[in-house]
């Protein structure tokens, strides 16, 4: 007995939906846990001296009164790691600014309602096509390709979130005088 083609896609794009939304929700836990420790090792990294440039071994070592400037130069910098409190602050601020959220929420709700837009569009498509027989093959094919489309689309959205979420942090940080 011959495979129905019906069914086989029905398993493939199942397998499609399960592999998109397993990604969405560990691309999501993954970036919580990133957002989490992205901010502790920039603050407790030491503060390592910077190089001005590179000369060649050609020329002439500098004056001993230049010397004795560039230190006085440097000392006079700000720091370049801000203190925990500035990160706090900037943290909340930036928390503020773009609402909180819950990613793997709202992931799993693009791709709930993609399923059902998807179900509705495929039921639709297949009693047409078929001539009222096929909106049950439709409805699933649909509803498993909108699945997919949602939770990426719900994937999408965060990357938005979270591009919005730095920039609200970084211009906190270029308020207080830091380059961030």
């Known amino acids: 007995m011959p495979a129905n083609p019906w069914k086989l896609t029905a398993i493939a794009m199942a397998l499609v939906v399960v592999t998109a939304l397993v990604t969405g929700v560990v691309v999501a836990s993954r970036s919580k846990s990133d957002d989490k420790t992205a901010a502790a090792p920039t603050a407790a990294a030491p503060d390592k001296p910077r190089v001005a440039s590179?000369?060649?071994?050609?020329?002439?070592h500098p004056a001993p009164a230049a010397v004795a400037q560039a230190p006085a130069a440097v000392a006079q910098a700000p720091a370049t790691v801000p203190d925990q409190a500035i990160v706090k602050?900037?943290?909340?601020?930036?928390?503020?600014?773009t609402g909180p959220r819950s990613k793997t929420t709202e992931v799993v709700k693009d791709g709930a309602v993609g399923a059902v837009l998807g179900a509705a569009v495929g039921a639709a498509g297949g009693a047409i096509a078929d001539g009222g027989k096929g909106a049950g093959k439709g409805a699933a094919i649909g509803g498993m390709v909108g699945a997919g489309a949602g939770a990426l689309y719900g994937v999408n959205d965060n990357r938005k979130h979270d591009a919005a979420y730095r920039e609200a942090y970084s211009s906190?940080?270029?308020?207080r005088g830091y380059a961030g």
């Not at 906190?172 to 308020?175: K, P, Q, S, T, V």
């Open 54 to 60: 590179v000369r060649p071994a050609t020329e002439p």
């Open 89 to 97: 602050a900037c943290n909340d601020r930036a928390a503020a600014a």
């Open 172 to 175: 906190c940080l270029r308020a």
